[in-house]
């Protein structure tokens, strides 16, 4: 009986998605704006929903689900993010006439996500993992004129295709070899997978599913075509909603299921993350699209979030999750600024290509105070700048590595984040201290809420901490506990 | 009681917010120049109430922030920061006053930024807790790269960013320190703590000799690197020509590299490892900065890289009187940079004066400046003679403690010092000779002296050059309770 009580979230969420769309076939283009208003309203309820059974420790239907405080943790990032997202799409899909199929699998997809913060069993997994990934897939070419929406759209479903069958491949191998799709169960049966190499097998295979989810380097190639060519708000969704999704899978199936394996994952995730880093701040460096700098670097954070994977203390994962929690709000903010300039470039001129370049960014300050004070606030947070939640996150997750002894990560992490600060700063330069080009222009009320609300939660992050990293102890202790 | 200062901290940084918002520079100027006298009375008003009989912390401020990793909001000052707290709070309104009338394309963010600068820096000699003092330490760095890369001269991109990731790199090698004490300390003790106090007392029953070494190597780093000694100066010439004047002065009272020294290595030197190696590292460097910077310095044509390397050179007294480890070398070092942060203020005001009067500070393209800027010429005179040693005036006091007491321990360093000093009486004649004396260079054309706004903020400056120079005592009483505390940490350790 507890289990409605407990799933009221994701089934708000899903019956939410089923009223807009029905909804939808009945109102004209203009009045479909309400839909926007109604996603949100849902997605808000879920979140005071979730909000509501914080403490809930429960596994149910035959032990395929679970709820505990880290999926509770990894579901309140999704709705945030989602929250985020869907108020500013209200303004982005105005006079769109395919609204309600927007809201519809912005909503589906976070139920996906949702679905595998609180997965039990590799097949549940999957398939709610699907279910994110096929709704995120149709989201990315949503401006279905747009050419370059079309290609991120393109190259996101055959690459995630070509994923979920590596972690299908994986899963399958782990079952051959435990016996079982259950996650407790793969752990308590870990003695087939040590003494096999096939359990390396499967590790490699599972690796490279989650890690295309994540964008670790080498199979981050889609992200930044991704993130550039998709809507704006829609990678503001990927960067911070189902990148997370990724890390909440390899989370249950690594540290819990596969812990046993716990040497080989070491050396692995700390190759793939030193990599991962390096290589994303060192791209990012150069990129003139706002967009892909802000890819590359999502690229970069996942680096510095895999350092979890590798020291595996509670320290660590507190921080991993803590920065997951930060950079939820920092990487929604960033993109949705870029949202809200495109929206600037576009009013003045429909038919200009390239909205995200950095040019388009000289003066903001002048011609949209808010956007620029916001996006300054969200680069120097993803910098790691002080009192900010980019900052406080570093902090946890970096000294964590000192803690475990691994000084060299530390140092090679520490150095990637002085790189980083040269292009978030130069974007803060070409926003404050080059002259405006064009109008002052007022922010959309929908944009303008999102933004004060990502940059509200940068600075609560950054500057009282403690509970949430209280909070994100609880979530890792279902990790280490296990 | 009010808590005078957090008040201290946060006055300059909310007037730094609403200076970025003003209008007109009227507005500007006006609401930092407001500020920056709120935070001298302030300043004063603690500076009035503090004891300088005892080496305790005073106005301490407790509150918690992250007790889950022990972090907390704790402030609190003795003889080591009040002295350059007061230095900041007295500079800044009359480099407000220095720069009222300067040409300027955005007046607010230029106070805005000066204004958060001294927040910041206050910021750091407050803290008593290394995570806000290390979240001030990197504050520190925005206000100042902004200032170079928006305000400075032909080369400022290249300059801003070599400061800010050389200086950022060294303070990320000093977090590790930190992180490597903190937990060295949670380990030992069993519960979190980023007291500074606390950290550095569990440093002293840290087991392994060579984490001891790397904890005070690390931080030590993290320090010279910002004072900056030789051979890790080089981000300096570059930052300090390229900044404008009031980003130069900023430079000169960003005294935290030393102060770190005070602060943190000399409680824990007695304790590491190989406490004789680390002098001799702290001594070396010091050396060597006061003999390279001076060398340097007197081959320098531009006005204003001279400075810089007199900079240099001065801090090198600095390091070596910390390295001295007598309870007067260490309130020299501490007063050596009391009075460098007046004198080269007002060198650098000086050589701006002459860069926009006259139109260049290339030394050999000047001449006989002291018949048409009379007013110039005397505060030169006055801070160039405290800047090389003349008995009556600052440097003298702190030159001369560090190198008489420094001597007790170090004699060798001590002696090796002397050629520095030569020279650098020979750079500091040499250039006021050619610039400000002898016959007039024509081609200059007809050059002003100073404003009044320029001389009022100059003089007062000067005139306390003067005074502490022959009556050092309000600030050095609590330098010598402090260093004496700090020397005496050496009996404990056995060394």
């Known amino acids: 009986m507890n289990g409605i009580t407990l799933f009221a979230p994701e089934l708000t969420v899903v019956a939410t998605a089923l009223v807009v769309l029905l909804i939808g076939l009945f109102l004209n283009t203009e009045s479909k704006k309400v839909l926007g208003y109604l ?71 976070v139920v996906g996500m949702m679905m595998v913060a609180s997965s039990n069993d590799l097949l549940v997994l999957f398939i709610s993992f699907e279910l994110a990934s096929i709704s995120t897939y149709a989201l990315a070419g949503f401006e279905r004129r747009n050419l370059k929406s079309l290609e991120s ?31 407790p169960e793969i752990a308590q049966n870990s003695a087939m997978l040590v003494s096999s190499p096939l359990g390396i097998v499967s590790i490699v295979l599972l690796v490279a599913g989650f890690g295309f989810k994540i964008a670790l380097v080498p199979f981050h190639m889609w992200a930044p075509d991704t993130y550039e060519g998709s809507p704006s708000v829609v990678s503001s ?45 060192v791209i990012a460096l150069s990129q003139n699209s706002v967009k892909r700098m802000l890819a590359y670097s999502s690229v970069a954070q996942a680096g510095y979030i895999s350092m979890a994977f590798v020291v595996m203390s509670p320290m660590a994962i507190t921080g991993g999750l803590f ?52 996006m300054m606030i969200f680069v120097f947070a993803l910098a790691g700048i002080p009192l900010t939640a980019g900052y406080m996150s570093k902090f946890v997750l970096f000294s964590s590595t000192i803690e475990a002894g691994l000084v060299w990560l530390a140092v090679i992490a520490i150095l990637n984040s002085a790189i980083s600060l040269y ?44 509970p949430f990293i209280q909070w994100a102890m609880e979530a890792a202790n279902v990790l280490i506990a296990t | 009681m009010l808590p005078v200062l957090s008040m201290l901290i946060l006055v300059p940084l909310i007037f730094a917010v609403i200076t970025f918002f003003t209008k007109t520079k009227e507005q500007a100027r006006t609401t930092a120049l407001t500020g920056s006298v709120i935070s001298l009375v302030l300043a004063l008003y603690m500076y009035m109430n503090f004891d300088s009989s005892i080496a305790s912390l005073q106005f301490v401020e407790i509150s918690k922030w992250v007790p889950s990793l022990g972090i907390t909001y704790s402030v609190g000052v003795d003889g080591v ?60 760095l925005i206000p100042l790269y902004f200032m170079v890369s928006q305000w400075g001269g032909p080369n400022k991109d290249f300059a801003a960013i070599k400061f800010f990731i050389y200086t950022h790199v060294a303070s990320l090698v000093m977090l590790l320190g930190i992180f490597a004490l903190y937990f ?37 780093f993290g320090f010279i690197v910002k004072i900056p000694t030789f051979p890790f100066h080089s981000w300096l010439p570059d930052a300090y020509t390229e900044s404008p004047i009031a980003g130069n002065v900023l430079f000169i009272l960003l005294k935290i590299g030393g102060y770190g020294l005070f602060r943190i290595m000399l409680p824990i030197l007695p304790f590491t490892g190989t406490p004789n190696l680390m002098i001799s590292i702290m001594a070396v460097l010091g050396t060597a900065s006061i003999i390279y910077g001076a060398f340097v310095a007197l081959s320098q044509r531009d006005f204003k890289r001279m400075i810089a390397f007199a900079s240099v050179s001065h801090m090198g007294f600095v390091v070596l009187g910390s390295a001295g480890l007598v309870s007067l070398s260490v309130s020299g070092a501490m007063f050596q940079q009391f009075s460098h942060g007046l004198i080269l203020s007002v060198m650098f005001m000086s050589v701006g004066v002459i860069q926009t009067n ?93 404003t009044n706004y320029q001389s009022l903020s100059m003089a007062v400056i000067s005139l306390l050059v003067i005074y502490f120079g022959l009556n050092p005592n309000p600030v050095l009483d609590m330098m010598i309770t402090n260093s004496e505390h700090i020397v005496s940490l050496l009996s404990v350790a056995g060394v």
């Not at chain 1, 911070?240 to 249950?252: R, T």
């Not at chain 1, 700390?270 to 390096?278: G, H, N, Q, R």
């Not at chain 2, 800044?92 to 204004?115: A, K, Q, V």
């Open chain 1, 153 to 183: 759209a393109m190259k996101y479903f055959i690459i995630g295709a070509l994923s979920s069958a590596l972690m299908l491949f994986g899963i399958s191998f782990v079952y051959g070899l435990a016996g079982t799709t259950n996650i």
């Open chain 1, 237 to 281: 969704l990927l960067a911070a909603g189902s990148k997370k999704m990724g890390f909440v899978a390899a989370f249950k199936v690594f540290m819990i299921a596969l812990v046993a394996l716990k040497t080989e994952l070491t050396m692995a995730f700390a190759i793939l993350s030193v990599i991962t880093m390096t290589l994303g701040n």
């Open chain 1, 423 to 466: 292009y978030y700063a130069r974007v803060v330069k070409y926003m404050y201290f080059y002259p405006a080009e064009g109008e002052r222009v007022s922010e959309p009320l929908p944009y303008a809420l999102t933004l004060i609300a990502a940059v509200v939660g940068v600075l609560i992050l950054g500057f009282w901490p403690e």
């Open chain 2, 184 to 220: 060295t300390a949670w380990s030992q003790t069993g519960s979190p703590t980023f007291n500074i106090q606390e950290l550095l007392t569990q440093f002293q029953s840290f087991e392994a000799p060579l984490v001891k070494d790397a904890i005070f190597i690390a931080l030590l």
């Open chain 2, 81 to 140: 920061s009040m002295p350059l707290i007061l230095l900041n709070a007295i500079v800044i309104p009359f480099l407000i006053i220095y720069s009222w009338n300067e040409e300027n394309p955005y007046p607010n963010r230029f106070f805005g930024l000066i204004l958060a600068m001294q927040g910041a820096v206050i910021g750091v000699f407050a803290a008593l807790d290394f995570f806000l003092f290390y979240v001030f330490w990197e504050l520190t």
């Open chain 1, 323 to 374: 920065y997951i929690l930060s950079h939820g709000f920092m990487k929604a903010g960033a993109f949705l600024v870029t949202a809200v300039v495109g929206y600037m470039i576009l009013s003045e001129n429909r038919e200009a290509e390239n909205v995200d370049h950095l040019e388009n960014f000289k003066g903001l300050a002048k011609r949209m105070p808010i956007s620029a004070f916001s």
């Open chain 2, 358 to 450: 006259a139109g260049t500070r290339i030394i050999n393209q000047l001449g006989g400046l002291s018949k048409k800027m009379p007013k110039l010429a005397l505060i030169m005179v006055v801070v160039f003679m405290a800047s090389l040693g003349l008995p009556g005036l600052t440097g003298f006091v702190a030159e001369f403690l560090v190198l008489t007491s420094s001597y007790v321990n170090l004699p060798g360093y001590v002696l090796a010092v002397m050629i520095g000093i030569v020279i650098t009486a020979a750079y500091h004649l040499w250039a006021m000779q050619r610039s400000m004396f002898g016959v007039y260079n024509e081609k200059l054309g007809d050059v002003k002296d100073l």
């Open chain 1, 39 to 109: 996603a949100s309203a849902g997605l808000f309820a879920s979140l005071v929903l979730t909000l509501m059974n914080l403490d809930a420790n429960a596994v149910m239907y035959s032990g395929t689900l679970t709820v505990d405080a880290l999926s509770q943790f990894f579901k309140i990032v999704f709705l945030i993010v989602a929250l985020l997202v869907s108020v500013a799409s209200i303004k982005y899909t105005e006079n769109n006439e395919h609204v309600e199929e927007y809201f519809t699998l912005v909503l589906l997809a």
